[in-house]
């Protein structure tokens, strides 16, 4: 069995000593070992699980700085090789990890989830963060916290835990702003001006990015937590989309081609930075937008919609202990009865 975590100090502490609520007089750890743990492959899962996340997260922060940099005033030449590099030596790693997806979901005859996972996972590494494990199928394994039920309760664990740090970090966008606009021509005098400036929102959509990701995973209708969190969703996906025409424009052949016209030139790259700066400023009005929406997120009416759901979900949770304590009884029951029967026997004979 594995032993439970140290505590940790601070909001994380509550999240990962909180235990699942059990029957009277049942114990249950914080952390489950699946059927056939014993079995060296199930071992080793909690050292793939912990490996592959922390690639997934490296390749998230790889692409925070790449999206961030690229083809910005200043940009060093060597700078986006170093990313690119990074991006390009971490990737195929993950081309493992589909193909044990994809063998484990085919052994257990859920050959096209296990293909469906294994395509997001080589070409969406960074959503490997929310990944079940390869055995526990309802758990997810997170720093810390080790391996987790991946129910409601720790989803709203994990949305209160982020809750302050990431109001925290998006507030981090108004300094920004404000040296950006009141400074402008700073960027292309000083070059660490606009490493800071850009490091700085690399480190916001990092934090965002991977809220994100953890909490849709955790979701029970994900494409419900779409809808209801479409600007923390902007904010995740328009970096990617700004930065994308001028990638485009650079590695493809024929795009090239258009260097050979100046004029033609001039105007697609005129067109490519016009829309690089839209798609900026759209980016931080969603950040400055998340900012005002989670400070005035605790009026009476979302407060009263989210203890009505928690109460909801009590009532859920006290049906299902209800279920088990009726097992248990029927289990005990069986025992004493069989008991029982082997003391009349005993008797008789």
Same mark, same amino acid.
């Given at each position: *069995?594995?032993?439970?975590?140290?505590?940790?100090?601070?909001?994380?502490?509550?999240?990962?000593?909180?235990?699942?609520? *059990?029957?009277?007089?049942?114990?249950?750890?914080?952390?489950?070992?699946?059927?056939?743990?014993?079995?060296?492959?199930?071992?080793?899962?909690?050292?793939?699980?912990?490996?592959?996340?922390?690639?997934?997260?490296?390749?998230?922060?790889?692409?925070?700085?790449?999206?961030?940099?690229?083809?910005?005033?200043?940009?060093?030449?060597?700078?986006?090789?170093?990313?690119?590099?990074?991006?390009?030596?971490?990737?195929?790693?993950?081309?493992?990890?589909?193909?044990?997806? &994809?063998?484990?979901?085919?052994?257990?005859?859920?050959? %096209?989830?296990?293909?469906?996972?294994?395509?997001?996972?080589?070409?969406?590494?960074?959503?490997?963060? #929310?990944?079940?494990?390869?055995?526990?199928?309802?758990?997810?394994?997170?720093?810390?916290?080790?391996?987790?039920?991946?129910?409601?309760?720790?989803?709203?664990?994990?949305?209160?835990?982020?809750?302050?740090?990431?109001?925290?970090?998006?507030?981090?966008?108004?300094?920004?702003?404000?040296?950006?606009?009141?400074?402008?021509?700073?960027?292309?005098?000083?070059?660490?001006?606009?490493?800071?400036?850009?490091?700085?929102?690399?480190?916001?959509?990092?934090?965002?990015?991977?809220?994100?990701?953890?909490?849709?995973?955790?979701?029970?209708?994900?494409?419900?937590?779409?809808?209801?969190?479409?600007?923390?969703? @902007?904010?995740?996906? @328009?970096? %990617?989309?700004?930065?994308?025409? *001028?990638?485009?424009?650079?590695?493809?052949?024929? *795009?090239?081609?258009?260097?050979?016209?100046?004029?033609?030139?001039?105007?697609?790259? #005129?067109?490519?930075?016009?829309?690089?700066?839209?798609?900026?400023?759209? &980016?931080?009005?969603?950040?400055?937008?998340?900012?005002?929406?989670? %400070?005035?997120?605790?009026?009476?009416?979302?407060?009263?919609?989210?203890?009505?759901?928690?109460?909801?979900?009590?009532?859920?949770?006290?049906?299902?202990?209800?279920?088990?304590?009726?097992?248990?009884?029927?289990?005990?029951?069986?025992?004493?009865?069989?008991?029982?029967?082997?003391?009349?026997?005993?008797?008789?004979?």
């Amino acid at each position: *069995m594995t032993p439970e975590s140290p505590s940790q100090p601070g909001a994380l502490s509550d999240v990962a000593q909180t235990p699942p609520t *059990m029957a009277p007089g049942v114990e249950r750890p914080d952390r489950v070992e699946p059927p056939g743990a014993s079995l060296p492959s199930a071992k080793s899962e909690t050292v793939l699980s912990a490996v592959f996340f922390a690639l997934a997260l490296i390749f998230l922060a790889e692409l925070a700085g790449f999206s961030h940099r690229y083809g910005r005033s200043g940009v060093q030449s060597w700078e986006i090789r170093l990313m690119g590099s990074a991006l390009a030596v971490v990737w195929p790693m993950f081309a493992f990890e589909a193909m044990v997806r &994809w063998y484990l979901g085919w052994r257990r005859g859920q050959w %096209l989830r296990g293909l469906v996972q294994a395509l997001v996972v080589f070409f969406v590494p960074p959503l490997r963060l #929310g990944f079940r494990g390869y055995y526990r199928q309802d758990q997810i394994w997170l720093p810390f916290l080790g391996w987790q039920n991946a129910d409601k309760q720790l989803y709203r664990r994990l949305e209160r835990f982020f809750s302050i740090p990431m109001v925290c970090l998006a507030l981090l966008v108004l300094p920004i702003l404000v040296c950006e606009y009141g400074w402008p021509e700073w960027r292309d005098q000083h070059a660490w001006f606009g490493l800071a400036l850009d490091a700085a929102s690399a480190v916001i959509w990092l934090a965002f990015a991977f809220e994100f990701i953890v909490l849709v995973s955790l979701s029970a209708n994900r494409w419900q937590f779409c809808v209801r969190h479409w600007i923390e969703l @902007l904010i995740v996906l @328009l970096p %990617l989309v700004e930065v994308l025409p *001028m990638l485009v424009t650079d590695l493809v052949p024929t *795009m090239r081609l258009l260097r050979v016209l100046r004029l033609q030139q001039l105007g697609r790259f #005129g067109r490519v930075y016009r829309l690089r700066a839209l798609l900026t400023k759209l &980016w931080r009005s969603f950040l400055v937008l998340e900012i005002i929406q989670r %400070l005035t997120g605790q009026t009476p009416e979302k407060r009263l919609r989210r203890l009505r759901e928690l109460l909801q979900a009590k009532l859920e949770e006290i049906e299902e202990l209800k279920g088990e304590i009726a097992q248990l009884e029927a289990q005990v029951e069986k025992a004493h009865s069989a008991a029982e029967g082997t003391m009349r026997v005993k008797g008789q004979t």
